[in-house]
C-alpha cells in the first residue's frame, strides 16, 4: 500500500497489481536524467475612519490660478478632483462618487470611462506612455498629464530628498508617482553604533506592521538592519494592489534607492531576503536593476505563475492557488489587515488616507478563471524564467521538490541566471520551508554575511536562531552545529574560498538521518554540482511493458496497451488533512493512498543492482486515447523498498487537451507546453496521440534491491495541498 510521504516514510506492502483496465489506453516510455553514485545512510470593519482628504505626497500640483481649460476641444472647469499619473496608470483621487469620468488620450479620443468608486476613487491602468492625457468628466477636466514608461529612471534627488526614515520604527517611502509605501526598520543596535549592513523584505504579506517583525530577529541577530516593506494596495502602502503588475516592480526598485540613501545603511547598498511570496519580489525587483542592490536571497519559489503554481499542466490549482489568491485580494481591501486599521484609528492619516485607491483593485480570483490559457503578453509578465537574466547581482537562492505551495517546478529557471555573476543554489526534498532549515540556512547566513555585511561569515547566532525557528516550525529543536568554516581568514580569503565552492548543493532524503529525531529537517548526505541541469548526470530511458513491468530501454518488449478508468474523486485530492502549519512538522501525518483497482496504471522496474542517484527532470512519454474529449493525467515516480516501504518521490500533470510542445524550448528531459488557446485540441476518437507528461525536477538516491515505480491515474492524493480538485 502507499503509506508514506515525502519525508516521514513509514511501511506498506510495496506490491502493486496491474488492475483490469477500462479506457483510455496508454503505451508508453518514460524519460530521465541518472547520475549513478553511492550512497550512505484582520478582516476590518470599515469604520468612518477614511480619511477625505488626500495624502499630500500623493498629489499632483495644480496652480490654484487656473479656473478652466480652454481649447477648442474643452470648455470645461479645471478638475476639484486630484489627478496622480504614474508608469502606465493614471489615479483619481477625491472626485465625486458615481460620476463618470473618461481618460482622454494624447489624440483627444476617450479610451476608457468608468464610474467613480464609494470613495471617491478611480484607477486607469495599462496606458501607453505618453504626454497630454487628460482625465475628463461632464463638466470637469483635468490638465493634461503624462504618463510614465517603465524604462524611465527617476533622478537621484528622489531618493536623496526622501524623508528620513526613522532609525528603529514605522515609516513611509515615496515612490517615483507619488505613492507612499509603509516601512518598519528594525536596527540590531542604536543608531549612533551604525551605519548598519541592510536587508529588505517587500511583500504584499505584513513586513512592515511593528507588531508583527518577529522575523527581523533572523537578521538583527547578525548584525543586520531590516527593512519591511508592503507592497502598493496592502498594508498602510497607497496604490492599488495587483499581482506583480510592472508598477509593483518600479515600486521595489524605488525601495531598495530610498533605503540604500538612509544614513544608518552600510556603503549605501541593500540586500533582499524572504521566503515565497518576499522571495519571489525579489526576482521581479532585482530584474529592475536598482543601482544599490549588492544580492539577492529568494527562498522557495516559483519560475512560471502559470506552469509551476497557478495551472500546473493545464489544471487550475484550487487547492492553493486559488485560495492564496483571494486571501491576498482580501487583505488588499481597505483596511484589510486588521493593525492598519488600528494605526488610522490611533491618528496615522497617511495610513488611512492610503486605503482610497483599494477599491480599484481588480478582482484577482476572476481574472484566473478568466486565463484559463497562457499568453505571451500575460503569462510571461508573470513568469520569472523569461526575465531572470536581467539580474545581475550575486544570487542565492533554494526550494524543495514537494513544496506544496510553490511547487517544485523552479529549478527550471536556474539555467536562465546569465547575469548574475554569482548563483548559488540549495535544493532539497521536502516542503514549503525547508529552504529555512539549518542545513540551508548554514550557507544562507555565510551568504548574507560576504556580500551584504561584507565581513568573514560568523554564525555564532545560527544555533539559538535554528532552535527557535526549529521549535516554531518543525516542533524539534536539536539540529547539526554552525561550525565557522573561514575562522582566521581575510574577508577577502573567505570571500575568494566561497566562491571556488561548487555552486549547486543537493541535499538528499531531508528528514530521514538517523542520528536525529524522525522528520528533523537534517540531510542523509550532501552532494555539491557544478551547475543545473547537473552536467554529469546521463538521461536513461524506461519502456512500458507487460504485467507491469517498467523495463530499461534494451529489454525486450511486446506491443500492447493498458487502460484504466480517469475517475474524479478516486482518491483524496490531497494526502494531508491538517490544518495551517502543521504540514511542516516533523512528526506530521500523510496519508498516501493506493490507486484503487481499476482507476490507474502502475509499472515497476526490477529490484535495482546498485544504488541510483537520479538528479534532474523527466518525461513520461505516452500513446493514448479515450473515451472522451480530453481527460487530465497524473503520473508518480517512487521508490519501492525491498522491505515493501514505498517513498514518495515526484509527480506531474498535464490536461491532455493542452498537450501541444513549444518545440523549441522542450527537451528529451522537459517537455514544455504552450498552453496557448489556440493549440488546444480535444483528443480525436479511437485514435492514439502522443502526450508528453513534464515530470517535476527532483533528486533521489534509489538503493539497490529497491524497485522504480511509475503510476499513471487521474489527478489527486500526489501534494500535500495542491493539486486538483479539477480533474476529469
Given at each position: 500500500?502507499?503509506?508514506?510521504?515525502?519525508?516521514d516514510?513509514?511501511?506498506?506492502?510495496?506490491?502493486?497489481?496491474?488492475?483490469?483496465?477500462?479506457?483510455?489506453?496508454?503505451?508508453a516510455?518514460?524519460?530521465?536524467?541518472l547520475?549513478?553514485?553511492?550512497?550512505?545512510?484582520?478582516?476590518?470593519?470599515?469604520?468612518?475612519t477614511?480619511?477625505?482628504?488626500?495624502?499630500?505626497?500623493?498629489?499632483?500640483?495644480?496652480?490654484?490660478?487656473?479656473?478652466?481649460?480652454?481649447?477648442?476641444?474643452?470648455?470645461?472647469?479645471?478638475?476639484?478632483?486630484?489627478?496622480?499619473?504614474?508608469?502606465?496608470?493614471?489615479?483619481?483621487?477625491?472626485?465625486?462618487?458615481?460620476?463618470?469620468?473618461?481618460v482622454?488620450?494624447?489624440?483627444g479620443?476617450?479610451?476608457?470611462?468608468?464610474?467613480?468608486?464609494?470613495?471617491g476613487s478611480?484607477?486607469?491602468?495599462?496606458?501607453?506612455?505618453?504626454?497630454?492625457?487628460?482625465?475628463?468628466?461632464?463638466?470637469?477636466?483635468?490638465?493634461?498629464?503624462?504618463?510614465?514608461?517603465?524604462s524611465?529612471?527617476?533622478?537621484?534627488?528622489?531618493?536623496?530628498?526622501?524623508?528620513?526614515?526613522?532609525?528603529?520604527?514605522?515609516?513611509?517611502?515615496?515612490?517615483r508617482?507619488?505613492?507612499?509605501?509603509?516601512?518598519?526598520v528594525?536596527?540590531?543596535?542604536?543608531?549612533?553604533?551604525?551605519?548598519?549592513?541592510?536587508?529588505?523584505e517587500?511583500?504584499?504579506?505584513?513586513?512592515?506592521?511593528?507588531?508583527?517583525?518577529?522575523?527581523?530577529?533572523?537578521?538583527?541577530?547578525?548584525?543586520?538592519?531590516?527593512?519591511?516593506?508592503?507592497?502598493?494596495?496592502t498594508?498602510?502602502?497607497?496604490?492599488?494592489?495587483?499581482?506583480?503588475?510592472?508598477?509593483?516592480?518600479?515600486?521595489?526598485?524605488?525601495?531598495?534607492?530610498?533605503?540604500?540613501?538612509?544614513?544608518?545603511v552600510?556603503?549605501?547598498?541593500?540586500?533582499?531576503?524572504?521566503?515565497?511570496?518576499?522571495?519571489?519580489s525579489?526576482?521581479?525587483?532585482?530584474?529592475?536593476?536598482?543601482?544599490?542592490?549588492?544580492?539577492?536571497?529568494?527562498?522557495?519559489?516559483?519560475?512560471?505563475?502559470?506552469?509551476?503554481?497557478?495551472?500546473?499542466?493545464?489544471?487550475l490549482?484550487?487547492?492553493?492557488a486559488?485560495?492564496?489568491?483571494?486571501?491576498?485580494?482580501?487583505?488588499?481591501?481597505?483596511?484589510?489587515?486588521?493593525?492598519?486599521?488600528?494605526?488610522?484609528?490611533?491618528?496615522?492619516?497617511?495610513c488611512?488616507?492610503?486605503?482610497l485607491?483599494?477599491?480599484?483593485?481588480?478582482?484577482l480570483?476572476?481574472?484566473?478563471?478568466?486565463?484559463?490559457?497562457?499568453?505571451?503578453?500575460?503569462?510571461?509578465?508573470?513568469?520569472p524564467?523569461?526575465?531572470?537574466?536581467?539580474?545581475?547581482?550575486?544570487?542565492?537562492?533554494?526550494?524543495?521538490?514537494q513544496?506544496?505551495?510553490?511547487?517544485g517546478?523552479?529549478?527550471?529557471?536556474?539555467?536562465a541566471?546569465?547575469?548574475?555573476?554569482?548563483?548559488?543554489?540549495?535544493?532539497?526534498?521536502g516542503?514549503?520551508?525547508?529552504?529555512?532549515?539549518?542545513?540551508?540556512?548554514?550557507?544562507?547566513?555565510?551568504?548574507?554575511q560576504?556580500?551584504?555585511?561584507k565581513?568573514?561569515?560568523?554564525?555564532?547566532a545560527?544555533a539559538?536562531?535554528?532552535?527557535?525557528?526549529?521549535?516554531?516550525?518543525?516542533g524539534?529543536?536539536?539540529?547539526?552545529?554552525?561550525?565557522?568554516?573561514?575562522?582566521?581568514?581575510?574577508?577577502?580569503?573567505?570571500?575568494?574560498?566561497?566562491?571556488?565552492?561548487?555552486?549547486?548543493?543537493?541535499?538528499?532524503?531531508?528528514?530521514g538521518?538517523?542520528?536525529?529525531?524522525?522528520?528533523?529537517?537534517?540531510?542523509?548526505?550532501?552532494?555539491?554540482?557544478?551547475?543545473?541541469?547537473?552536467?554529469?548526470?546521463q538521461?536513461?530511458t524506461?519502456?512500458?511493458?507487460?504485467?507491469?513491468?517498467?523495463?530499461?530501454?534494451?529489454?525486450?518488449?511486446t506491443?500492447?496497451?493498458?487502460?484504466y478508468?480517469?475517475?474524479?474523486?478516486?482518491?483524496?485530492?490531497?494526502?494531508?488533512?491538517?490544518d495551517?502549519?502543521?504540514?511542516?512538522?516533523?512528526?506530521?501525518?500523510?496519508?498516501?493512498?493506493?490507486?484503487?483497482?481499476?482507476?490507474?496504471?502502475?509499472?515497476?522496474?526490477?529490484p535495482?543492482a546498485?544504488d541510483?542517484?537520479?538528479?534532474?527532470s523527466?518525461?513520461?512519454?505516452?500513446?493514448?486515447?479515450?473515451?472522451?474529449?480530453?481527460?487530465?493525467?497524473?503520473?508518480?515516480?517512487?521508490?519501492v523498498?525491498?522491505?515493501?516501504?514505498?517513498?514518495?518521490?515526484?509527480?506531474?500533470?498535464?490536461?491532455?487537451?493542452?498537450?501541444?510542445?513549444?518545440?523549441?524550448?522542450?527537451?528529451?528531459l522537459?517537455?514544455?507546453?504552450?498552453?496557448?488557446?489556440?493549440?488546444?485540441?480535444?483528443?480525436?476518437?479511437?485514435?492514439?496521440?502522443?502526450?508528453?507528461?513534464?515530470?517535476?525536477?527532483?533528486?533521489?538516491?534509489?538503493?539497490?534491491?529497491?524497485?522504480?515505480?511509475?503510476?499513471?491515474?487521474?489527478?489527486?492524493?500526489?501534494?500535500?495541498?495542491?493539486?486538483?480538485?479539477?480533474?476529469?
Amino acid at each position: 500500500m502507499f503509506s508514506s510521504g515525502p519525508s516521514d516514510p513509514v511501511g506498506g506492502d510495496g506490491e502493486w497489481e496491474t488492475p483490469a483496465m477500462k479506457s483510455p489506453s496508454a503505451a508508453a516510455s518514460i524519460t530521465i536524467a541518472l547520475l549513478l553514485a553511492a550512497c550512505t545512510n484582520s478582516d476590518s470593519n470599515r469604520e468612518s475612519t477614511l480619511a477625505s482628504s488626500v495624502a499630500t505626497t500623493a498629489a499632483t500640483s495644480v496652480d490654484a490660478t487656473i479656473t478652466s481649460i480652454d481649447d477648442e476641444d474643452l470648455g470645461l472647469a479645471l478638475a476639484t478632483f486630484v489627478v496622480q499619473p504614474g508608469t502606465e496608470q493614471i489615479a483619481v483621487l477625491g472626485a465625486e462618487p458615481g460620476a463618470m469620468l473618461s481618460v482622454v488620450d494624447p489624440d483627444g479620443a476617450a479610451i476608457d470611462t468608468r464610474a467613480v468608486d464609494e470613495q471617491g476613487s478611480l484607477l486607469f491602468r495599462n496606458l501607453a506612455p505618453g504626454e497630454g492625457y487628460r482625465i475628463v468628466g461632464d463638466t470637469e477636466a483635468s490638465p493634461t498629464v503624462a504618463v510614465a514608461s517603465p524604462s524611465d529612471v527617476p533622478p537621484a534627488d528622489l531618493y536623496a530628498d526622501q524623508p528620513e526614515l526613522p532609525a528603529g520604527g514605522f515609516g513611509y517611502i515615496v515612490t517615483r508617482d507619488g505613492t507612499t509605501l509603509s516601512a518598519n526598520v528594525v536596527l540590531p543596535g542604536a543608531a549612533d553604533d551604525g551605519p548598519y549592513p541592510t536587508v529588505v523584505e517587500y511583500s504584499g504579506y505584513q513586513p512592515s506592521d511593528p507588531d508583527s517583525a518577529d522575523i527581523a530577529g533572523l537578521y538583527t541577530a547578525q548584525g543586520f538592519a531590516y527593512v519591511g516593506v508592503n507592497m502598493r494596495g496592502t498594508g498602510c502602502s497607497g496604490g492599488s494592489f495587483r499581482f506583480f503588475e510592472t508598477v509593483q516592480s518600479l515600486d521595489g526598485y524605488d525601495v531598495v534607492e530610498a533605503v540604500a540613501a538612509q544614513p544608518w545603511v552600510m556603503d549605501h547598498e541593500v540586500g533582499m531576503v524572504g521566503i515565497s511570496y518576499p522571495g519571489i519580489s525579489q526576482l521581479f525587483v532585482a530584474a529592475t536593476q536598482p543601482p544599490s542592490l549588492n544580492s539577492i536571497t529568494p527562498l522557495s519559489v516559483l519560475d512560471d505563475s502559470y506552469r509551476s503554481t497557478l495551472y500546473p499542466g493545464g489544471l487550475l490549482n484550487t487547492g492553493f492557488a486559488v485560495s492564496w489568491t483571494q486571501a491576498r485580494a482580501d487583505q488588499a481591501q481597505p483596511f484589510g489587515q486588521g493593525w492598519t486599521q488600528e494605526r488610522a484609528d490611533a491618528g496615522d492619516r497617511v495610513c488611512a488616507d492610503n486605503q482610497l485607491l483599494r477599491l480599484q483593485n481588480p478582482d484577482l480570483v476572476q481574472e484566473i478563471g478568466d486565463n484559463p490559457y497562457y499568453s505571451n503578453s500575460l503569462g510571461d509578465s508573470l513568469a520569472p524564467i523569461t526575465f531572470v537574466d536581467r539580474i545581475e547581482v550575486p544570487v542565492f537562492l533554494a526550494g524543495a521538490w514537494q513544496d506544496e505551495q510553490t511547487g517544485g517546478h523552479f529549478p527550471h529557471m536556474l539555467a536562465a541566471f546569465t547575469g548574475s555573476p554569482h548563483l548559488y543554489v540549495t535544493l532539497t526534498n521536502g516542503v514549503h520551508t525547508e529552504s529555512l532549515t539549518p542545513p540551508v540556512a548554514r550557507r544562507y547566513m555565510e551568504f548574507l554575511q560576504l556580500y551584504v555585511g561584507k565581513k568573514v561569515p560568523d554564525l555564532s547566532a545560527g544555533a539559538t536562531i535554528a532552535a527557535v525557528l526549529g521549535e516554531a516550525i518543525w516542533g524539534v529543536s536539536t539540529f547539526g552545529p554552525f561550525e565557522n568554516r573561514f575562522e582566521g581568514d581575510t574577508y577577502g580569503q573567505a570571500l575568494a574560498a566561497f566562491e571556488a565552492e561548487k555552486p549547486v548543493r543537493v541535499l538528499f532524503e531531508q528528514g530521514g538521518n538517523a542520528a536525529y529525531s524522525p522528520g528533523t529537517p537534517e540531510p542523509n548526505f550532501v552532494v555539491e554540482f557544478d551547475a543545473w541541469p547537473v552536467p554529469e548526470a546521463q538521461a536513461s530511458t524506461w519502456r512500458l511493458g507487460d504485467d507491469g513491468r517498467l523495463l530499461s530501454s534494451g529489454a525486450a518488449a511486446t506491443a500492447g496497451a493498458d487502460s484504466y478508468a480517469a475517475v474524479p474523486g478516486a482518491l483524496p485530492a490531497t494526502f494531508y488533512e491538517g490544518d495551517g502549519d502543521g504540514v511542516w512538522q516533523a512528526e506530521v501525518t500523510y496519508d498516501w493512498q493506493p490507486i484503487p483497482p481499476g482507476d490507474g496504471l502502475g509499472y515497476a522496474t526490477a529490484p535495482l543492482a546498485a544504488d541510483t542517484v537520479v538528479v534532474g527532470s523527466g518525461s513520461v512519454d505516452l500513446w493514448m486515447m479515450a473515451d472522451a474529449t480530453d481527460t487530465d493525467l497524473e503520473v508518480t515516480i517512487s521508490e519501492v523498498r525491498p522491505d515493501g516501504t514505498e517513498i514518495y518521490v515526484q509527480s506531474g500533470w498535464l490536461r491532455a487537451s493542452q498537450r501541444a510542445l513549444d518545440e523549441g524550448a522542450s527537451t528529451e528531459l522537459h517537455p514544455v507546453h504552450t498552453h496557448a488557446k489556440d493549440d488546444a485540441a480535444d483528443l480525436p476518437a479511437d485514435e492514439l496521440v502522443p502526450v508528453r507528461v513534464d515530470l517535476y525536477p527532483f533528486a533521489h538516491p534509489f538503493r539497490a534491491g529497491s524497485r522504480i515505480r511509475l503510476t499513471v491515474d487521474a489527478p489527486g492524493n500526489s501534494r500535500a495541498v495542491w493539486v486538483g480538485s479539477l480533474n476529469r
